[in-house]
């Protein structure tokens, strides 16, 4: 090693000059600590200076792509932009449904949940996405009709958020359940039922997020930023309802790049 880099990366442990024996050979096992130092000397003065990795370019074709959007949210259609009063008036409501819920999750948690809820767990994808849409949404079935069911089958129609229900569901389950329906929503219309449970699932969301909630709810504003710029028959009650998402993606969860610009 040359002195100026020897000055730069000094020994740890300098050695001199081992006293060995005459017989001593390099090429089997050391057996004192003085012939083990002086084999480390002898194969570090055989080391090369500079070292070129032999790299076969035909491994290099297939590469790993990962698509990330940095992108904001798409401008919402002329006329149905937030105004900022309106913005401000839904992250007020937001934030009092979510001190309401913190107060009393204990009590709701301890009532007893009808005979026919029955939560799926945490990993089951499908399970959670047929129980909060139901099975009319989910199988993309025709309405039902007034004829064919009396009651709410729960079951057909989806069930509720209901406190009871939410309360009960820690974080790791919340972020996974949100996970399930963003993933649903990537490749299917926006409905009432995935609106409510949205909502629901946003006002249980432990702040400050940890880096996969961060991630999935910038992800659905997007989303509905994009549905919302396609919406054809401009459906006051659904654009109203993306804006509303939007909103408390951006301006509550401090997403300020992904929000509307007021009207």
């Not at 006293?19 to 055989?46: C, H, N």
């Not at 994808?125 to 989910?138: A, D, I, M, S, T």
């Not at 359940?177 to 963003?182: A, F, G, R, S, T």
């Amino acid at each position: 090693m040359e002195p100026g880099l020897e000055e730069l990366m000094p020994r740890l442990l300098p050695v001199g000059d081992c006293d060995l024996a005459e017989d001593f050979d390099p090429t089997v096992p050391p057996r004192t600590p003085q012939e083990y130092l002086k084999r480390v000397q002898i194969e570090a003065a055989r080391c090369p200076d500079v070292v070129v990795a032999q790299i076969d370019p035909r491994k290099l074709k297939k590469k790993p792509t990962v698509n990330i959007s940095i992108s904001g949210c798409q401008p919402a259609p002329e006329g149905y932009s937030p105004t900022l009063k309106w913005q401000q008036q839904q992250v007020a409501n937001f934030s009092a449904v979510r001190q309401s819920l913190n107060k009393h999750r204990n009590h709701w948690r301890s009532q007893h949940l009808d005979s026919n809820v029955t939560m799926p767990k945490s990993e089951d994808e499908e399970g959670w996405k047929k129980f909060c849409l139901g099975e009319r949404v989910y199988s993309e079935m025709d309405a039902l009709s007034d004829n064919e069911n009396l009651g709410i089958d729960y079951l057909k129609v989806g069930f509720p958020p209901l406190l009871s229900i939410v309360s009960r569901m820690n974080q790791a389950t919340v972020t996974s359940v949100l996970e399930y329906l963003i993933s649903w929503f990537g490749e299917k219309k926006f409905t009432p039922e995935l609106g409510r449970w949205l909502y629901a699932l946003l006002a249980c969301l432990e702040k400050p997020l940890l880096p996969e909630a961060h991630s999935l709810i910038r992800q659905l504003a997007r989303r509905c930023s994009e549905v919302r710029a396609l919406e054809e028959s401009k459906n006051e009650e659904q654009i109203s309802a993306l804006n509303l998402i939007i909103c408390l993606v951006s301006r509550y969860f401090d997403q300020r790049d992904l929000a509307d610009e007021p009207s």
